[in-house]
């Protein structure tokens, strides 16, 4: 069961932090990321850690985003700084239900992760 919050409508430049709670799996050796979709288009990858432990980011937010995870509350954070009008979806957290590195999770994670939440919404103005 994953929970996002955290989702506002921000001006250009503007930071957010996603949380995604997590309860009811087996969160310490899942694949976790976040993932964001727009109407019309692809859900895509924006970043994962894997059930090894490295991190890696979608090009457009290297820099900029920051996900980490805190094992003591179940949470997977993403932390969005210098947004842009192109960062405006739906964010999803989501979960493998098991062992998956890094390069496989950001790589086909839309089809792999069974674990997701409902998403919220992150709108960025110019």
């Known amino acids: 069961h994953l929970v996002e919050s955290g989702g506002d409508s921000v001006q250009t430049g503007g930071s957010l932090r996603l949380s995604c709670e997590v309860s009811g799996m087996t969160y310490k050796l899942a694949c976790m990321g976040w993932f964001r979709q727009t109407p019309g288009k692809e859900r895509e990858a924006v970043a994962v850690?894997?059930?090894?432990?490295?991190?890696i980011y979608a090009d457009s937010v290297k820099g900029r985003f920051t996900a980490s995870q805190d094992d003591s509350k179940n949470t997977l954070y993403l932390q969005m700084n210098s947004l842009k009008p192109e960062d405006t979806a739906m964010y999803y957290c989501a979960a493998s239900r098991g062992y998956i590195i890094a390069t496989v999770c950001f790589a086909d994670g839309s089809r792999l992760l069974g674990w997701w939440g409902q998403g919220t919404q992150v709108t960025v103005s110019s």
């Open positions: 850690i894997g059930s090894e432990g490295d991190t």
